[in-house]
């Protein structure tokens, strides 16, 4: 038996993680353990991984490594424990491979400490880029500690290649969110009304933003500009889903609440899950913020993304993505575009370059591909592009 570990730290991760551990666990050759850190273990969070129990996953460990603060001493110190506690685990289960996602601080630190005890990492989504944010540098850095490596678009396999990484450990496989939104059963309507505890009569627009780690401008007023241009538009409704767990996040959430309290019209959760969040993007009128999912889970519903500031920017766009500066009124035309009939019917039409859905059955082959035929060797060579 191969023993197989699986990393998630946050809502969205395991959101798009979840079909390749309901897949993998299907194998016979491979013992699955998921652990669950970061976020998930948080109250303030949603204490999110009673999502995953309840999908009927069992979470072989919870490893507590979030610090109540979360100023960047904080983050720095919660990468130290995650190293000092998944030495540890790591050194117990002795995993014949990683598996990870993303570009957060918890994972680099997790697979900084699994190249320690050479244990394989298969990475998804390198050679993206998010030129505002701090995790640019950090899923870069997870590529090199990686053996196999899982794309969402050829460019960003080229990119990962590019890196040094040789082809022939680099798979294009697509995006896991397009995979969820062909597969999930979404929520109706009704059904998706009666949870929110929000009238969906009107127009809503879905709200996320989370804090621009590589800018010296202050998340706060950034926060403020976009709630500025929300609440010059009564004609909507506005579902905000809370900041994660990075520097200045709770600032955000704070604010959250504070407007949420003061305007009938807006509704927050620290958490939807997936599905509920998938139906939410389907029935709403636009997406607003700086998250990854307006830029691609949203352009499969045909609606328009309103993308603020550069957390997201150098990252692959369908047409239906609005960009616009963080300052309110800038934000606030950008709303105006998007309830346009012709911006509307423009997003309708769109057609998302993030894959065709078929991901996970792609990425659990190759990684049995790779372990049961005894393909690994971690003496890795550095593939120069420009040498034949």
Request: hydrophobic share 40%; aromatic share 8%; proline share 3%.
């Amino acid at each position: 038996m191969k023993n197989i570990c699986i990393l998630t730290a946050t809502r969205a991760e395991y959101g798009l993680l979840k079909p390749i551990i309901k897949k993998i666990m299907k194998v016979e050759d491979f013992d699955v353990q998921v652990v669950a850190t970061g976020a998930h273990l948080s109250p303030e969070f949603g204490l999110t991984y009673r999502e995953i129990e309840n999908d009927g996953i069992k979470i072989d460990k919870k490893i507590e490594i979030l610090l109540s603060g979360d100023t960047p001493a904080a983050i720095s110190k919660s990468m130290g424990l995650a190293m000092i506690s998944f030495a540890d685990y790591f050194e117990k289960l002795k995993p014949d491979i990683l598996v990870v996602l993303g570009d957060r601080y918890e994972t680099l630190a997790v697979c900084c400490s699994a190249m320690n005890q050479r244990i394989p990492i298969a990475h998804l989504y390198g050679g993206e880029t998010t030129e505002g944010a701090v995790d640019e540098a950090i899923r870069h850095a997870i590529t090199k500690l990686s053996y196999l490596h899982f794309t969402s678009t050829e460019e960003y396999r080229r990119r990962v290649i590019q890196l040094g990484e040789h082809p022939n450990r680099v798979f294009c496989v697509g995006a896991m969110g397009i995979e969820n939104i062909l597969n999930e059963r979404l929520l109706s309507k009704i059904e998706l009304e009666e949870t929110m505890n929000l009238s969906l009569d009107k127009p809503y627009a879905m709200v996320t933003f989370h804090p621009v780690t590589l800018e010296d401008s202050d998340t706060e007023k950034q926060m403020q500009e976009l709630l500025f241009a929300c609440r010059q538009h009564h004609e909507m409704n506005f579902i905000f889903t809370k900041a994660n767990a990075d520097a200045g996040g709770r600032t955000i959430n704070q604010m959250i609440d504070k407007f949420v309290g003061e305007n009938d019209n807006a509704v927050a959760f620290t958490a939807l899950g997936m599905k509920r969040y998938l139906s939410a993007l389907k029935f709403s009128s636009m997406v607003i913020g700086n998250s990854s999912s307006g830029l691609i889970e949203a352009p499969s519903f045909g609606i328009p993304t309103i993308n603020i500031g550069d957390r997201q920017k150098g990252r692959l766009q369908a047409n239906s993505v609005i960009n616009c500066l963080p300052e309110g009124e800038d934000i606030d035309k950008a709303i105006v575009l998007a309830l346009s009939d012709n911006f509307s019917n423009k997003a309708r039409k769109t057609i998302n370059p993030y894959g065709d859905g078929n991901t996970s059955e792609k990425i659990v082959a190759t990684i049995k591909d790779f372990l049961l035929n005894n393909k690994i060797n971690l003496k890795k060579k550095f593939y120069d592009c420009g040498v034949n």
